[in-house]
């Protein structure tokens, strides 16, 4: 993944230009908008996104990103279907513009992430 992120900004440094970086709630308002979401946003021209897991005690975000956290897990979001929406997204892209080029960053708190695994 690190080899996207060089690209990117290989390539924005190239053009002089910051970076369109976006975040959205995996999950929230459910998967399958959450997938939407993210292709929309591609679609729109982010350069990078960032793809929140949920937490059930988001303390240390604000409250739209709290708020998103607890849709999302009302939703029954799980670690392994942000890793199945992520996967999708790659897979979904389409030529001539493929959004498997866009670093794709999983943003959350590391306790979900013990619980799964790190393996």
Same mark, same amino acid.
């Given at each position: 993944?690190?080899? @996207? /992120?060089?690209? =990117?900004?290989? @390539? ?36 990078? /996104?960032?793809? &929140? ?8 975000? &604000?409250?739209? /990103? ?9 939703? &029954?979001?799980? =670690?392994?279907?942000?890793?199945? #929406?992520? @996967? ?13 080029? #866009?670093?794709? /960053? ?6 979900? =992430? ?6």
């Amino acid at each position: 993944m690190s080899e @996207r /992120i060089d690209a =990117l900004f290989a @390539r924005l440094r190239a053009e002089d230009r910051a970076a369109f970086v976006a975040y959205v709630m995996a999950g929230d308002p459910d998967r399958e908008q959450s997938l939407a979401v993210l292709h929309a946003l591609a679609d729109a021209g982010a350069d990078m /996104i960032e793809l &929140g897991f949920p937490f059930s005690d988001p303390m240390a975000e &604000g409250p739209p /990103i709290q708020r998103a956290a607890l849709r999302s897990l009302k939703a &029954g979001t799980t =670690l392994a279907d942000v890793l199945e #929406i992520a @996967r999708l997204f790659r897979l979904q892209s389409e030529e001539p513009e493929p959004q498997p080029q #866009i670093p794709l /960053i999983l943003m959350g708190y590391l306790n979900p =992430l013990l619980s799964y695994g790190l393996e």
